[in-house]
T-cell receptor
Framework: GAVVSQHPSRVICKSGTSVKIECRSL??????MFWYRQFPKQSLMLMAT?????????EQGVEKDKFLINHASLTLSTLTVTSAHPEDSSFYIC??????????FGPGTRLTVT | QKEVEQNSGPLSVPEGAIASLNCTYS??????FFWYRQYSGKSPELIMS????GDKEDGRFTAQLNKASQYVSLLIRDSQPSDSATYLC?????????????FGSGTQLTVLP
């Protein structure tokens, strides 16, 4: 149980374009989903927390107009990187939490902006 | 002071030995504690959760929690080369905070064959 999927697993896009990443909880309803970013050899950095049906809460320093988060249902959250630039290239990982305390991660999306 | 601190390592142990990973946290009201394993290039995988003082065992893994000392550890018995990974300690901040799970920077473990 407690499976979280992400799509796509890898994406390459050109600078200035937008990329959408989907995160789904497959076998449980996720009241809260989280989006993280991880640069090579660095620790996870929380970008935002989203609750189903409400606006996401962004961490300090994360531009909400650039990283659009939508949590339309209890099983789906999306992250859209708008007007991507090479410095946005990173490993984006979502996680989902059920009604308990445990948080399960998706497999991640590796974004490369050329 | 960082909220969750871990030795970054690298920690090397021979195959078959016990690997001991340590974590301290600063928020006394923290309630839930987790250990994640992250292989290079992969996302974190939850391996242990612990909520009350004492030891919790699951196979070769034992988590130990001491809330008075604000300390949580992970022991890996009979370490295998496949255990080589970065281990992340995570602490759950109580409800109401936007940052509900705070991660340490991770300890890199290498198990030598």
């Amino acid at each position: 149980g407690a499976v979280v999927s992400q799509h796509p697993s890898r994406v390459i896009c050109k600078s200035g374009t937008s990329v959408k990443i989907e995160c789904r909880s497959l076998d449980f309803q996720a009241t809260t989903m989280f989006w993280y970013r991880q640069f090579p050899k660095q620790s996870l950095m929380l970008m935002a927390t989203s609750n189903e049906g409400s606006k996401a809460t962004y961490e300090q320093g994360v531009e909400k107009d650039k990283f659009l988060i939508n949590h339309a249902s209890l099983t789906l959250s999306t992250l859209t990187v708008t007007s991507a630039h090479p410095e946005d290239s990173s490993f984006y990982i979502c996680s989902a939490r059920d009604r308990g305390h445990e948080q399960y991660f998706g497999p991640g999306t590796r974004l490369t902006v050329t | 002071q960082k909220e969750v601190e871990q030795n970054s390592g690298p920690l090397s142990v021979p195959e078959g030995a016990i690997a001991s990973l340590n974590c301290t946290y600063s928020d006394r009201v923290s309630q839930s504690f987790f250990w994640y394993r992250q292989y290079s290039g992969k996302s974190p995988e939850l391996i242990m959760s612990i909520y009350s003082n004492g030891d919790k065992e699951d196979g070769r893994f034992t988590a130990q929690l001491n809330k008075a000392s604000q300390y949580v550890s992970l022991l890996i018995r009979d370490s295998q080369p496949s255990d080589s990974a970065t281990y992340l300690c995570a602490v759950n901040i109580p409800e109401g905070s936007a940052r509900q799970l705070t991660f340490g920077s991770g300890t890199q473990l290498t198990v030598l064959p």
